[in-house]
């Protein structure tokens, strides 16, 4: 079975710090894919960052990156100089099969001022 | 074009009752996905389309879930004979391609309360 499993239900942090989220996955697929949705409250998901797994150079987006560990099966999201607008939930997802995608439990993430 | 449209955006019911949630995707987009969210959790995949073709429904898709898309432009989904488990934030996605290479766009959801 494909799992994903974000272990921090809450995290946050202080404006312009930085903050890891967790995120590990288990899979039998060589080839997939790895991305970081973010929620913000009471609007809709959208992504941050994608990791194609055959890559392993880590991917960047600004102030969003990312360290894919593919032998641990972990994919972490750094948030560099936290904004108060990076409060959000955040959901690692993946998508092995290129028909759906699926997503952890996700972690609140609090920037605070 | 906006976005991904859902309606209505929040409907409460009885239980036994049926209700219809509609999805507007992205014009341009082939693939449309319904995903089911409860409160504390991440998305839950429920179905998908390609243009009007329903490819996978999962496990959690009973005989009491329907979903259609019609000329593979907007979709709905129905719920008959709601129970209070069916009490969820149901989310609607579309994207142009595939999962692996395409960005999933998220409508703001139609959230369900069931009494």
């Known amino acids: 079975a494909q799992t994903v499993t974000q272990s921090q239900p809450e995290m946050s942090v202080q404006e312009a710090e930085t903050v890891t989220l967790s995120c590990t996955y288990d899979?039998?697929?060589?080839?997939?894919?790895l991305f970081w949705y973010k929620q913000p409250p009471s609007r809709q998901m959208i992504l941050v960052i994608r990791?194609?797994?055959?890559?392993?150079q880590n991917a960047t987006e600004n102030r969003f990156s990312v360290n894919f560990q593919k032998a641990a099966k972990s994919f972490s999201l750094k948030i560099s100089d936290s904004q108060l607008g990076d409060t959000a939930m955040y959901f690692c997802?993946?998508?092995?099969?290129?028909?759906?995608?699926?997503f952890g439990a996700g972690t609140r993430l609090t920037v605070k001022p | 074009d906006t976005g991904v449209s859902q309606n209505p955006r929040h409907k409460i019911t009885k239980r036994g009752q049926n209700v219809t949630f509609r999805c507007d995707p992205i014009?341009?987009?082939?693939?449309l996905y319904w995903y089911r969210q409860t409160l504390g959790q991440g998305p839950e995949f429920l179905t998908y389309?390609?243009?009007?073709?329903?490819?996978?429904k999962s496990r959690l898709l009973s005989d009491r879930f329907s979903a259609e898309r019609p000329k593979g432009s907007f979709s709905t989904l129905e719920i008959q004979r709601t129970e209070q488990g069916d009490s969820a934030m149901y989310l609607c996605?579309?994207?142009?391609?595939?999962?692996?290479?395409?960005?999933?766009?998220f409508g703001e959801g139609s959230r369900l309360t069931v009494l």
């Open positions: 389309f390609q243009n009007e073709a329903q490819l996978e």
């Open positions: 014009s341009e987009h082939n693939r």
């Open positions: 899979t039998s697929e060589s080839n997939y894919y």
């Open positions: 997802a993946f998508s092995y099969n290129n028909n759906d995608m699926r």
């Open positions: 996605a579309s994207l142009w391609g595939s999962p692996n290479t395409g960005e999933l766009f």
């Open positions: 990791q194609e797994a055959y890559k392993q």
